[in-house]
């Protein structure tokens, strides 16, 4: 879950001890080692253990406690990191897209801006994910963004076909779909595999899905 951390590292503390110690001159030196910019990243691979320890590795997290997504963003975080051009909160945005936008966000921040960073290894000095998240269009409002990224197949593998009775909307999960139907969500992903693909986290707006 985000937080706003302040400190995040204690080499500003030795750096500010120096400066006492050295007198002046000393602090001279040692004020640009604290405040000197410098881009900070971290891996996939880093990002998904956060997102496994915040949202249990679900993407489309939208749990009711003010916080979306996999790396669950509050929609003031989502929004100052510049997720709003991808999708109006995170859960609408794919996996690459909330990570470009955590990146952002981790170099407003830092790792403190994370309560699971330690757990997820999530640290300032890692190497850039370099993921691809699309375009969400420049309407901040638009749903499109859940069909922006490939998951593996074509994507008209996963849009057509279905000869359901519920055709899904934007902003839908199958989560959410199981909820509002009374049915089991394991049992509705296998009754809609060959539609769905192989991303139970992901459909697609059009989708027909057979329900009960």
Not at 31 to 38: E, Q, R, W
Not at 58 to 79: I, M, R
Not at 145 to 158: I, N
Request: aromatic letters at 4%; glycine letters at 16%.
């Amino acid at each position: 879950m985000l937080f706003s951390g302040k400190g995040r590292n204690r080499g500003s503390v030795k750096a500010t001890r120096l400066a006492v110690v050295t007198g002046v001159a000393g602090a001279a030196v040692a004020l640009p080692m604290v405040t000197a910019p410098g881009a900070q990243a971290a891996s996939v691979g880093t990002w998904e253990k956060v997102a496994e320890c915040e949202s249990s590795g679900n993407w489309q997290a939208n749990t009711g406690n003010s916080h979306y997504g996999g790396l669950q963003f509050s929609e003031s975080s989502w929004k100052a990191a510049g997720g709003t051009k991808y999708a109006p909160r995170a859960d609408q945005a794919s996996k690459e897209q909330q990570i470009a936008t955590a990146e952002k966000l981790l170099d407003q921040q830092g790792p403190g801006a994370w309560a699971c960073a330690g757990e997820g290894g999530l640290t300032a000095d890692g190497a850039p994910a370099e993921v691809d998240p699309g375009s969400g269009g420049e309407d901040s409002g638009s749903d499109d963004s859940q069909q922006s990224e490939p998951q593996g197949q074509p994507e008209h593998q996963t849009q057509e076909g279905g000869k359901g009775d519920y055709t899904v909307k934007a902003g839908d999960t199958l989560a959410s779909i199981a909820s509002a139907n009374g049915v089991d969500l394991k049992q509705l992903y296998e009754d809609n595999k060959s539609v769905v693909g192989g991303d139970v986290d992901l459909i697609h707006p059009g989708q027909k899905l057979q329900v009960g």
